[in-house]
């Protein structure tokens, strides 16, 4: 079992948040081994405690005073009423898991009021793998954990398929979109066009045939879902005219792969460098967040075309970051982050590539991809 970076605190009742297949359930498992575990996947116990709520307390020993683990509670969400309850008139903490906070959301669900903070696990970092981590395998495959567990013998390209089918086939239905499931499959393959890039969702909406509304409910429908991510322009004390649209990405590299058409009027490289900058973005947000760096996490990008792929910015200052292929780097490489170093001097400014050695130009500092993602922690 790899080490996640993530810590919580068993004495705070919290959500944790995830997308299907990050490893929630089995993380919990181990690191609260002692805990009262309610499993509403279990159809018998959710039937029952959709019926009545009140039972919840009943399965909680008199007793007892470690934490109670309800996992996927979006599957019964009049339930937290009767967290809110237990936890104000018996003092018990909860640790709540779930895939859709959507689901919580839409019915206008109690989410305790501030008693509960809320957590989101990630896929795997390249730092939570160690050794292991290959770059190879993150770009094709992706981090979520099933892949790299070596005791789950999965085909990798099976499992992000199913994946894939499965968030289709449950949330058209969820959703009330069974006649529209043509429309949605078209949507996603669509939207994987725009990965990384400066989203235009007029273009996706006609590339899928459907209205722009329903392509930005859409949007909604997986961003709700934690599969999809906008990232917002850096605006802050602006010196220059700036492009104004966010950004979209898939949440993790091999998800956006098995998502991805691909034929002969697919330039590989296009793919590749797509997925690339997905590892880069999805191991930014996790280890910014596992590790409470608190990183608001944009990108960079003038009406002129000058361009630095991520930037981070909080109270540890600001970071920009910018993610090449190339073996080789010319001045070329080094203009978007050169143009942001003086409009933003104090930012500390990486390029990571494909070449094998670490190397300066002036302030900024170009590393090796693999060796920068499994440094990150400490760069940041």
């Known amino acids: 079992m790899y080490s996640r970076q993530k810590i919580i605190d068993p004495s705070v009742s919290c959500f944790l948040f995830g997308p299907r297949g990050t490893g929630k359930t089995f993380w919990l498992r181990h690191t609260l081994p002692d805990s009262v575990y309610i499993d509403l996947l279990e159809a018998r116990t959710s039937g029952e405690l959709l019926a009545d709520p009140q039972r919840l307390g009943n399965r909680i020993p008199p007793d007892y005073r470690g934490p109670i683990v309800i996992d996927e509670v979006q599957r019964a969400p009049a339930v937290l009423d009767e967290v809110h309850r237990l936890i104000e008139a018996r003092g018990l903490v909860f640790v709540m898991t779930g895939s859709s906070p959507r689901k919580l959301r839409r019915g206008g669900t109690n989410l305790l009021a501030g008693r509960a903070i809320s957590h989101e696990l990630f896929p795997f970092t390249a730092a939570e793998l160690g050794q292991d981590f290959s770059l190879a395998k993150a770009l094709q495959c992706g981090m979520l954990p099933t892949i790299h567990d070596p005791a789950k013998h999965v085909d990798p390209e099976d499992y992000l398929a199913t994946y894939v089918q ?25 939207a994987s066009f725009s990965q990384g890039q400066p989203l235009n969702i007029s273009a996706v909406a006609r590339e899928s045939s459907v209205h722009r509304k329903v392509a930005e409910s859409y949007f909604q429908i997986l961003e709700d879902l934690l599969i999809g991510v906008r990232v917002p322009v850096f605006h802050k004390h602006a010196k220059r005219r700036l492009a104004g649209h966010p950004k979209f990405y898939f949440f993790d590299a091999g998800v956006y792969s098995s998502v991805r058409p691909r034929g002969p009027l697919d330039a590989p490289e296009q793919i590749d460098g797509a997925s690339l900058e997905t590892l880069v973005f999805q191991e930014l947000r996790a280890t910014s967040r596992n590790l409470g760096l608190d990183y608001d996490l944009y990108y960079w990008r003038t009406a002129g075309g000058m361009e630095v792929d991520f930037v981070l910015y909080g109270p540890r200052g600001i970071v920009a970051l910018e993610v090449k292929r190339k073996r080789r780097l010319s001045g070329h490489d080094l203009r978007g982050l050169r143009a942001f170093l003086e409009d933003y001097s104090m930012a500390k400014a990486y390029l990571l590539y494909g070449g094998e050695h670490e190397t300066h130009f002036d302030s900024i500092h170009a590393l090796p991809i693999a060796q920068a993602l499994l440094d990150l922690p400490q760069l940041l």
């Not at 499965?166 to 669509?190: I, N, P, S």
């Open 166 to 190: 499965t968030y289709l086939r449950e949330e058209v239905v969820a959703e009330g979109l069974t006649r529209q499931a043509g429309a949605f499959a078209r949507f996603l393959e669509a």
